[in-house]
């Protein structure tokens, strides 16, 4: 099972900031098969990105993704008040297919 | 626009079944692979379980194993999860959930959950 490691569990930020978030899988994932995922407080997960890096339908260019291998990151340019959040990145190239424990974006 | 509505949950004491249900619309339904996810009480996502399309791949967390079932109608766009031998730690939202694709294994829908407690 590949388990991935999400850092830092929370981070405390203003509008405005930039935000890095870090996602690290113990093995690597195959075919860079990583996506990101947004949820709010009593709603669904919403797909940020798939393939590490390609934005999915709607998503604002101030988000990003990258990375390779076993390690990735989703980056907010700046922060909006609708991106405070519980972010979780994904691995989709093994199964069991497992989820990261979330980073939490809060306001500072 | 894409939709799924989960049904069938609610609480049942430790050992007993339950029957989740998700309806699909919005979408050719036997076109996509559809899973389970399950989110506990102030804890992160835990997949449960995938279908493919034409329902002949089937794959389950170990944690579910040999307890649930999961199904489709392609002719009623639904998706069910059978759960057998419920445990406490089943309790949880279960978030019925489209593949990006026939056999894929991406999730790039949600619909908005459905709860199940487990009393022990």
């Known amino acids: 099972e590949i388990v991935l490691t999400q850092s830092p569990g929370t981070l405390s930020l203003s509008p405005g900031e930039r935000a890095t978030l870090s996602c690290r899988a113990s093995?690597?994932?195959?075919?860079?098969?990583l996506a990101w995922y947004q949820q709010k407080p009593g709603q669904a997960p919403r797909l940020l990105f798939y393939?590490?890096?390609t934005r999915a339908t709607g998503i604002p260019d101030r988000f990003s993704g990258s990375g390779s291998g076993a390690d990735f990151t989703l980056t907010i340019s700046r922060l909006e008040p609708e991106d405070f959040a519980v972010y979780y990145c994904q691995q989709y190239s093994h199964s069991p297919r497992t989820f990261g424990q979330g980073t939490k974006v809060e306001i500072k | 626009e894409v939709q799924m509505v989960e049904s069938g949950g609610g609480l049942v004491q430790s050992g007993e079944s339950l029957r989740l249900s998700c309806a699909a619309s919005g979408f050719t339904f036997s076109s996509f692979s559809m899973n389970w996810v399950r989110q506990a009480p102030g804890k992160g996502l835990e997949w449960v379980s995938f279908i493919n399309s034409i329902g002949d791949k089937i794959d389950y967390a170990d944690s579910v194993k040999g307890r649930f079932t999961i199904s489709r109608d392609n002719g009623k766009n639904s998706l069910y999860l059978q759960m057998n031998s419920l445990r406490a730690e089943d309790t949880a939202v279960y978030y019925c959930?489209?593949?990006?694709?026939?056999?894929?294994?991406?999730?790039?829908?949600w619909g908005q959950g459905t709860l199940v407690t487990v009393s022990s």
């Open positions: 959930a489209r593949g990006s694709g026939a056999g894929h294994w991406l999730i790039d829908y």
């Open positions: 393939g590490s890096s």
């Open positions: 093995q690597s994932v195959g075919n860079n098969f």
